[in-house]
Every structure is written in C-alpha cells, then in structure tokens.
C-alpha cells in the first residue's frame, strides 16, 4: 500500500498534471524502445509505470530512447542509406513518432 500512495498516486497527479517532463526525472531519465521487424515501436528497459499511466491518462506525448531495431526493419526502411539524416527519416515515418536529435 505504501508503494501506491507513495509512488503511484502521485505519479499519476504529476502525470496529469504536468504531462511527462523529462526535465524533472533525476539524470535526464528516459523511457527506451526497440522498433521491432514490422516497425513497431516495443517499450523496453525502466519506465513502465510512467508509460503506462501515460497511455491511461491519453497523454498525446511520451518522449522514448530508441536504443535498438530489427535488422529486417532496418533493412527495409535504410536500404544501404545508414546515415544520421535517414536513421532521423525512418524514425520519423513511424505512426506516432515526433523524433528530436
């Protein structure tokens, strides 16, 4: 009971109220992803209580790391093409995705 009225609840008051501020988590915490073979976007790593409370809320924003892809997503979103300009573009072209540098 002390994890939830001690964590959660607030979490989800600092939610609604604020929207997810990356700013704020200690260390410039971030949620992680990987983009899998279909180019979906699968939540990993720490987080999940705020991605969650997120997708309840129908927060429009949830700033994620890519920190892996697929090598048949790669494949066919890159080509031959690895540089940063279209790694930024593949990224882009994801439903949902609003990529920052």
């Given at each position: 009971?002390?994890?939830?009225?001690?964590?959660?609840?607030p979490?989800?008051?600092s939610?609604?109220?604020?929207?997810?501020?990356?700013e704020?988590?200690?260390?410039g915490?971030?949620s992680?992803?990987?983009?899998?073979?279909?180019?979906?976007?699968i939540?990993?790593?720490?987080?999940?209580?705020?991605?969650?409370?997120?997708r309840?809320?129908?927060?429009?924003?949830?700033?994620?790391?890519?920190?892996?892809?697929h090598?048949?997503?790669?494949?066919?979103?890159?080509g031959?093409?690895?540089s940063?300009?279209a790694?930024?573009?593949?990224?882009?072209?994801?439903?949902?995705a609003?990529?920052s540098?």
């Amino acid at each position: 009971m002390h994890f939830f009225a001690g964590y959660v609840l607030p979490l989800i008051d600092s939610l609604e109220r604020d929207g997810y501020r990356a700013e704020v988590e200690p260390g410039g915490y971030v949620s992680t992803a990987v983009i899998g073979p279909l180019g979906e976007v699968i939540k990993t790593g720490s987080g999940n209580h705020r991605f969650c409370i997120a997708r309840a809320l129908g927060l429009p924003r949830f700033p994620l790391k890519v920190v892996g892809a697929h090598e048949a997503w790669v494949a066919r979103a890159l080509g031959r093409d690895t540089s940063a300009e279209a790694i930024v573009a593949a990224l882009a072209a994801l439903p949902g995705a609003s990529p920052s540098a």
